[in-house]
Every structure is written in C-alpha cells, then in structure tokens.
C-alpha cells in the first residue's frame, strides 16, 4: 500500500511577521509541514508614530530587526510586543519571505491568508504564474486583526483546519 503524502501547508499574511508566523510557529510545533509568507512589498512594523513605521526588506534577518529595534527604543519596542515577536520569529526561520518571491519553494496543497487584499494578491499571483504542474490548492482566507492575540486565535483555527 502506498504511504500518505504529507500535505504542505502555506501561512501568508502582508509583512511575514505577525499572522503568518503565529501560525507557521503554531503548525511547525504541532508536526506539519508548514512554511510562511508575506505579499507587501516591504517588511513594515509599527514605528514611534502612525507616519513612521519601520521598514525593512523582505530577506532582512529577524535578528537583524531585532537589533535594530532594541538600538531604537528597547522600552517602546519591548512593551508594544514587537522584540517578543521577533524573537518567536527568530526560532521559526532566518528572515521574512515575500509571497511573489517563493516559486521555487515547492507546490502547496493548502494556503491560508489573513486578510482580504492578501488573498487577492495570493490568488492573483498564483492565476499569472508558468503552469509547470497543473494541481490544485486550496486556499482559504480569514480575516484576523493584525494583533498578537488575534494571530495567536488565527493561528489556533488554521492549525484545528489543517488537522482535518
């Protein structure tokens, strides 16, 4: 008899930092082959201000982010949650990764986004890439807040789905 494949399992939000990692982190500790995302064309995390965020490039290291952010303002950053994140991220994967960018990571069986427009970028993306295999994915959106405790709740439906 033939073994079971295992299902592939995509997590995308905008920035690969937040939504996508709660959930890639969440899905990797339960076993599953999981990877993650983001489709914004730059890393932006929430700065001293509404009109200066902080922003990166996809591919910059979490711990480099991490640095930069505690040479910035260890006590803003430390109390608005982002240098825990970056630190949770550091124990899943180097660095952020784009979505556009990811062809040759492989086929997914299954895709969860975290908000509309990112579903829109994912399902537009995948309708203009070369068809080398024709399979299908599934992809299913939810619509979670970008915050640590909605990631943390998004994380837990996507995992509950994935183990069905």
């Not at 711990?63 to 430390?78: C, E, G, Q, S």
Request: hydrophobic share 35%; aromatic share 8%; proline share 4%.
């Amino acid at each position: 008899m033939e073994a079971k494949r295992k299902m592939r399992f995509a997590m995308v939000c905008s920035s690969n930092m937040n939504r996508s990692m709660e959930a890639h982190s969440l899905l990797g500790r339960a076993g599953l082959d999981v990877a993650s995302y983001g489709t914004g064309t730059h890393v932006k995390l929430p700065g001293p201000s509404l009109h200066e965020p902080n922003v990166y490039d996809f591919g910059t290291p979490y711990n480099a982010i991490y640095d930069d952010l505690r040479r910035k303002d260890p006590d803003l950053y430390k109390r608005n949650g982002l240098l825990p994140m970056l630190k949770r991220n550091t124990s899943v994967k180097l660095a952020p990764q784009r979505w556009q960018d990811n062809a040759s990571d492989g086929l997914f069986d299954v895709i969860f986004t975290f908000e509309e427009r990112v579903f829109d970028l994912v399902v537009d993306d995948m309708h203009n890439r070369e068809q080398r295999m024709l399979k299908n994915a599934l992809i299913i959106n939810m619509d979670v807040k970008d915050n640590h405790e909605e990631a943390g709740v998004g994380a837990k439906l996507a995992l509950d789905l994935c183990q069905k």
